[in-house]
C-alpha cells in the first residue's frame, strides 16, 4: 500500500512541477496524461527502482502526518467528552 502512495505523490509532485516551456527551470517531467500515463512512463524509463524511488520520504512524512492526526483526534475528542460531561452535569 505504501509503494502505491509513494507513486502517487511521486507522480502528483511532478504533474504540479510542470511549467510552461517560456517560463520552465530545470527538469520538466512530461506527465501530461494523468496518473497512469505517469506511473507508466516511469516503469518503462526507470524500470521497477523508478517505482520506489522516494518511498523513504513518503513513509516519513506519512507517519508523521498520520501519528499528528491521531494524536490530534484523541485529545479533541475527550475534550468534548469532557465538555458534554460538564454541560449535562450543570443541567
Known amino acids: 500500500m505504501l509503494n502505491i ?10 504533474l504540479q512541477a510542470l511549467a510552461n516551456a517560456e517560463i520552465a527551470v530545470g527538469h520538466q517531467h512530461t506527465h501530461t496524461s494523468g496518473m497512469a500515463k505517469g506511473l507508466s512512463t516511469i516503469f518503462t524509463t526507470h524500470g521497477i527502482r523508478g517505482l520506489y524511488r522516494g518511498v523513504g520520504g513518503a513513509s516519513i512524512r506519512v507517519a508523521v502526518g498520520s501519528a499528528t492526526q491521531l ?6 475528542k475527550e475534550r468534548i467528552v469532557m465538555l458534554q460531561a460538564s454541560v449535562i452535569m450543570i443541567k
Not at 5 to 14: D, E, L, P, S
Open 5 to 14: 502512495v509513494a507513486n502517487n505523490f511521486q507522480v502528483k509532485t511532478h
Open 71 to 76: 494524536t490530534t483526534f484523541s485529545w479533541t
